[in-house]
Antibody
Framework: QLVQSGGGLVQPGESLRLSCAASGFTFRDYTFHWVRQAPGKGLQYVSTINNDGNYIYYADSVRGRFTISRDNSRNTLYLQMGSLRAEDMAVYYC??????????????WGQGTLVTVSS | EIVLTQSPGTLSLSPGEGATLSCRASQSVSDNYLAWFQQKPGQAPKLLIYGASNRATGIPDRFSGSGSGTDFTLTISSLEPEDFAVYYCQQYRDSPRTFGQGTKVGIK
């Protein structure tokens, strides 16, 4: 199970941290992802982190502003979002890979959390 | 970046009919690392198919995936009322792991 928290309303230029708490499996064995969906739009890939944090990838649209991280002792995935823009407004989903190892199939998803960027 | 183009944008069908959804990639998706997701309003996406043709756990066999290289297809053999939703393809071979723009399967 993946339970997300941390969304909300922020002004342009501000920061926000999203969390994704995992349970029911061995968190430290899996790769995780963030995907977002702007209102009324399709899915957009945001970022990936592998099981030990040694592989991280960002979409061009967020690279340099967002930071993905994980705390394997707390079974929690994070997305630190900085310099937020109106175009970052979306529902953000965390997703777990289907199997351990080098697997990027997004098998299980959190419930989503809404980030609103507005002055 | 691999661009995925889904067609049609919208399908209007009746329960019991079959549906064929297309996903075309701008370059070859190596090892058929292509997945299909279903999304209903207000819900998170749900994995249906991975590896182009492998059904995810618990997915009914009326859903099937096929294709290779740059052309992939999701087929729903006989639509159930709960299948009316938006469907996305995604390639997970190359970074960034891009999604198609979606196909909406609506009730006629």
């Amino acid at each position: 199970q993946l339970v997300q928290s941390g969304g909300g309303l922020v002004q342009p230029g501000e920061s926000l941290r999203l969390s994704c708490a995992a349970s029911g499996f061995t968190f430290r064995d899996y790769t995780f992802h963030w995907v977002r969906q702007a209102p009324g739009k399709g899915l957009q890939y945001v970022s990936t982190i592998n099981n030990d944090g040694n592989y991280i990838y960002y979409a061009d649209s967020v690279r340099g502003r967002f930071t993905i991280s994980r705390d394997n002792s707390r079974n929690t995935l994070y997305l630190q979002m900085g310099s937020l823009r109106a175009e970052d407004m979306a529902v953000y989903y965390c997703a777990k890979s289907r199997s351990t190892g080098w697997d990027f199939v997004m098998n299980s998803w959190g419930q989503g959390t809404l980030v609103t960027v507005s002055s | 970046e691999i661009v995925l183009t889904q067609s049609p944008g919208t399908l209007s069908l009746s329960p019991g009919e079959g549906a064929t959804l297309s996903c075309r990639a701008s370059q070859s998706v190596s090892d058929n690392y292509l997945a299909w997701f279903q999304q209903k309003p207000g819900q998170a996406p749900k994995l249906l198919i991975y590896g182009a043709s492998n059904r995810a756990t618990g997915i009914p066999d009326r859903f099937s995936g096929s294709g290779s290289g740059t052309d992939f297809t999701l087929t729903i053999s006989s639509l159930e009322p709960e299948d009316f939703a938006v469907y996305y393809c995604q390639q997970y071979r190359d970074s960034p792991r891009t999604f198609g723009q979606g196909t909406k399967v609506g009730i006629k």
